[in-house]
């Protein structure tokens, strides 16, 4: 918040990095191939760019605490109302994306990528909504996780597999009694809308130049989400308080993450960045207990500990396979988180 904020950061995707549920990434233009040289300066230099990321990832975890803070004020649909539609009014003015000259199959592309962004955003605000952030962040990992798994076919990620379905069961305590299946469905539900948000955020960044396609995709889910709104939340949307905790959950969970990892991909090697962003499930634990004061038992902080290994062993899998042949996706926690 997921994200892609996308809400939704991720582990590893074939291309091999993604991106946060919670926050896309940078468009193609902003890309840099993956497995290429940071900037000169050697370790030192990359010091920066991996500041970016961080930041940006603490943005879309604290972006989700306010949400999560805001419900109860405007109800979970409202909050990604009001975060979808200040997110795409700011894109909009920013990139000015062209409405002219795109074919049939490139708005039917945009179009989906929109669904995704807000199916994601969506299933996770009800995930966060019912159960508390460091889980909700993990179990939405495993959308992600599972495509880049599929993707490589390579036997070692069956490890990678195992490592994170152990900490899935970990996390549910054998069954999901400590946890609110509904929520935690929700978030499985989120991941498999990030992992659908990937592969979206790729194609349209192929077809849109910069961040044009993200700015359309970012308005349609607005416009999807907001009679959904509407009618769980009414005039409460309206109100100045809710409108202002609104805009700033837009803000931290979408367009700043946004820019500080658009200007980190320009120096940071896409592993790196896939690497760092497999770290959120543990900055959302940590976001979850500084704002919301949920605390984690210790099976449930290694189960997230046990997710965050699985999403680095797939992305290091991924580089091995293919160094330097793609660049990475443009990509989730826009929105996801």
């Known amino acids: 918040m997921s994200t892609s904020s996308a809400t ?14 919670s926050a896309p ?11 290429q040289a940071p900037a000169p300066g050697g370790r030192r230099g990359s010091l920066g760019p991996v500041g970016l990321v961080l930041a940006g990832g603490l943005s879309v975890q604290f972006g989700a605490a306010l949400a999560v803070s805001l419900m109860p004020r405007a109800g ?21 994306p062209r ?13 989906v990528f929109g669904l995704a962004m807000a199916g994601m955003n969506g299933l996770f605000y009800q995930a966060v909504d019912r159960i508390p952030l460091g889980p909700a962040v993990t179990l939405e990992v495993l959308g992600p996780l599972a495509l880049s798994v599929f993707a490589s076919r390579r036997l070692v990620n069956l490890v990678w597999a195992g490592l994170a379905l152990a900490g899935v069961f970990l996390l549910g305590g054998g069954g999901f009694e400590s946890l609110d299946a509904a929520g935690a469905a929700f978030a499985l539900g989120a991941g498999a809308m990030w992992a659908a948000y990937i592969v979206f955020s790729a194609r349209t960044g192929r077809r849109f130049p910069q961040a044009d ?15 959904l709104g509407v009618a769980e939340s009414g005039t409460k949307l309206l109100d100045p308080l809710t409108l202002a905790l609104g805009a700033g959950v837009a803000l931290l969970s979408s367009v700043l993450p946004y820019t500080l990892e658009l200007l980190a991909l320009r120096r940071l090697p896409a592993p790196t960045f896939a690497i ?37 062993g797939a992305v290091r899998t991924q580089v091995g396979r293919g160094r330097g042949a793609k660049r990475p996706l443009p990509g989730p926690g826009a929105d996801g988180r």
């Open 8 to 21: 939704p950061g991720t582990p590893g995707t074939p291309s091999p990095a993604a991106a946060s549920p």
């Open 25 to 35: 990434t940078a468009g193609p233009a902003a890309a840099p191939a993956a497995g």
């Open 76 to 96: 979970a649909l409202g909050v990604v109302t009001l975060r979808l539609a200040v997110a795409a009014v700011v894109l909009l003015v920013v990139c000015r």
């Open 99 to 111: 409405l002219r000259g795109h074919s049939r199959a490139d708005w039917g592309t945009v179009v």
């Open 213 to 227: 396609g993200l700015a359309l995709a970012m308005a349609v889910g607005a416009l999807l989400f907001l009679p």
């Open 276 to 312: 760092l962003m497999s770290l959120e499930p543990a900055i959302a634990a940590t976001a979850g207990f500084l704002i919301l004061d949920q605390s984690l038992s210790a099976p449930q902080a290694g189960a997230i500990a046990l997710v965050i290994a699985a999403s680095m």
